[in-house]
């Protein structure tokens, strides 16, 4: 599919996003595998996998980023599992279109998911005007 294909009415953005991370997880989930697999890689695939998840939020629902620390790490258990789960449902006897869509339904969850972990920032600091403030009467 290409990186410009849109689904159900995402933005351009969105889509390349969403394409990025569909890489990032195959990419994640082939760092632990083989002769190459070492835990600086796989480190780092994890790293990465994360950041496509902000990257992927931020072009899909902004507004989840709202207040968010993306500096410090969230929960990415489940981003990952999500992650080695497409991976791998785009291969063996099974797979077919309908594994490897849900699989990535499944990765885009996780990333909103892994981004909700995040901290929070500093809390807004609203002003105490009485003149301010909604619903003071006058």
């Known amino acids: ?3 410009h294909a849109r689904a159900n009415g995402d933005s351009l953005a969105a889509g390349q996003a969403r394409q990025r991370l569909k890489l990032l997880a195959i990419g994640y989930a082939s760092a632990r595998h083989g002769v ?3 835990i600086e890689l796989v480190r780092a695939g994890i790293t ?6 902000v990257e992927f939020v931020a072009a899909a629902a902004p507004e989840a980023l709202k207040n968010r620390r993306i500096d410090r790490p969230g929960n990415s258990e489940m981003l990952q599992l999500a992650a080695l789960a497409y991976a791998n449902a785009r291969h063996g006897i099974d797979a077919d279109v309908g594994m490897s869509r849900e699989g ?3 990765l885009c969850q996780a ?3 892994y981004v909700e972990t995040l901290p929070w ?8 005007s009485v003149h301010l403030q909604l619903g003071n009467g006058s």
Do not use: H, V, W
């Open 48 to 53: 990465r996998l994360c950041q496509g998840a």
């Open 111 to 113: 990333a909103i998911s």
């Open 104 to 106: 990535l339904a499944m």
């Open 121 to 128: 920032g500093e809390a807004l600091k609203r002003s105490s």
């Open 36 to 38: 190459d697999g070492e």
């Open 1 to 3: 599919m290409p990186a």
